[in-house]
Every structure is written in C-alpha cells, then in structure tokens.
C-alpha cells in the first residue's frame, strides 16, 4: 500500500447514491480508527466517501473495474471499496465482490448480499 505525500493512507468509498452512501457514510465515521488499531503505531487513515452513480447496467465487471482504477489513479486514492446497488454477474454467477490486490480496489454488490442488515 503506498502512502500519500502526508503519510496518511487515503481509503475511499465510491458509493451509487441512496442506501449504498448511506452504507458508505456509516463505514466512514468507523474505518479510520478500525483500520489504524489493525495496522499498528504510526499509520493514520483518511477516508472520503464519494457519492455518485459509477456503474451501467450494460458494463460487463472489468471494464467496470477499469474504469474504478483509473479514477482511483486520478484522485490519487490508495485503496478503493466500491459500493454499488445494482447486482453483478460474473461466467453467470451472481458476484458478490471482486477484488483486485495490485490495484487496492474492492468491488462490492450489495444486491448479492441479500438480507443482510448493513
């Protein structure tokens, strides 16, 4: 994981409007304090949520991915969970997430997740 130019590791949740930033602004009040206790002395955490719709129900999921990395790249983001509303489908399975580790970038159907309570 890279760090920004003020040492502090920049997480951001880039959520599809209504219950996904709903979801997105209540992991932002605790993620910052959860993920420092995990990494140990000395690492500080940002957090930004983005609101904002991100995916179309006719993107197959890695051209979706691709267009979240690149923008991660843009906004000089570290790590990115991507919350959408909308259910994705992967060699026709419904996915629940799809990670990609080299880019720091998790992608998270919400649909998937059925009746959990979020």
Do not use: C, Y
């Not at 500080?44 to 890695?62: H, I, K, L, Q």
């Not at 997430?97 to 959990?116: I, N, T, Y």
Request: proline share 8%.
């Amino acid at each position: 994981m890279r760090m920004s130019p003020e040492d502090m590791t920049v997480v951001a949740l880039l959520a599809d409007p209504d219950a996904p930033t709903e979801i997105a602004q209540r992991m932002a009040r605790l993620l910052p304090a959860r993920l420092a206790e995990k990494s140990g002395p000395g690492r500080r955490f940002g957090v930004e949520v983005v609101s904002e719709p991100f995916t179309a129900a006719t993107e197959d999921v890695p051209t979706l991915m691709r267009r979240i990395i690149d923008r991660a790249r843009a906004e000089d983001w570290d790590v990115v969970v991507a919350l959408t509303d909308l259910p994705l489908h992967s060699n026709g399975l419904k996915l629940v997430v799809d990670l990609s580790h080299e880019h720091g970038l998790a992608l998270l159907s919400l649909p998937a997740l059925g009746g959990l309570r979020l």
